[in-house]
């Protein structure tokens, strides 16, 4: 049970240092080196080698986008800033905690609406629309499933895999350690280490992911209001890695499901 308890505190994070592959899969469950495999945006998987276990289909890493080398301005409300995925700094507060936000999941399996908690968590939540008001997360892909704690996770554009980098920066974990983590939870993926979340988050689909709550690690900034039958749908498209795949943990969608666009709505 130790054992178990152990790889599952090491679940549901992400590594910044591709040279890393081996070792940091082994503490982390998001972790991985970067691939060196050029490969063709309009790919949307690739093929395991002859007489391999053929592992879950694999969507290919996205276009580099803009690079903001100073300060990270605030995007535009409306959506029309363009398509950024390298940042020096982390985002100043450009949300008014007084309002409320809505995140909408258009995927290609329906869409998933979440309610931000910018009450409790407004830096992670400021984090996160500002992301997605740079189209960070835009054609993304669910990258892991792990149905032993229900949780798919995803935010990846510059690897689609646990080895992604993220967007350059890092932010600080916020809120009480006492979580308690129930389907419909939107949470801020990150490293073995106390403020690594960078941009990589999970949703829980079901029950078994208060086997988490010990923890107390992992930030929880947001609610699905509508669409958990969608995140669930998704959970239940799980297929195991193939052995020996050191960017695969646990499993993936049998198909590639992919976050076509992240809309904030803002009231």
């Not at 054992?3 to 982390?28: D, Y």
């Not at 149905?147 to 980098?165: C, F, V, Y």
């Not at 947001?222 to 669409?227: D, F, L, P, T």
């Amino acid at each position: 049970m130790q054992h178990r308890r152990q790889q599952r505190k090491r679940a549901l994070t992400w590594g910044p240092i591709g040279a890393l592959v081996v070792l940091i899969v082994v503490i982390a469950t998001v972790a991985g080196g970067g691939s060196k495999k050029k490969v063709n945006a309009s790919d949307t998987s690739t093929t395991a080698a002859p007489g391999a276990t053929a592992g879950p289909p694999k969507a290919a890493p996205l276009p580099a986008g803009e690079k903001i080398t100073g300060d990270t301005p605030c995007p535009k409300a409306d959506g029309t800033s363009p398509r950024t995925t390298s940042f020096a700094k982390a985002p100043p507060l450009c949300i008014n905690p007084a309002k409320a936000y809505e995140a909408v999941f258009d995927t290609s399996e329906g869409t998933v609406s979440v309610n931000l908690d910018v009450k409790t968590t407004p830096g992670t939540a400021n984090n996160f629309v500002v992301l997605s008001r740079y189209h960070y997360y835009d054609g993304t892909a669910i990258h892991r499933i792990d149905n032993t704690i229900d949780i798919l996770q995803g935010g990846s554009p510059n690897t689609q895999d646990l080895s992604d980098p993220g967007p350059g920066y890092t932010i600080k974990d916020e809120g009480s350690n006492a979580r308690h983590y129930t389907p419909g939870d939107l949470v801020m993926a990150r490293s073995s280490g106390p403020d690594s979340g960078g941009a990589q988050f999970f949703f829980v689909a079901g029950p078994k992911a208060s086997a988490l709550d010990a923890q107390g690690t992992y930030v929880t900034y947001g609610k699905v209001s509508n669409g958990l039958d969608v995140v669930q749908k998704i959970e239940g498209l799980y297929q195991a890695c193939a052995p020996g795949d050191p960017k695969c943990m646990g499993g993936a969608p049998s198909r590639v499901v992919t976050v076509k666009t992240v809309t904030i709505k803002e009231s």
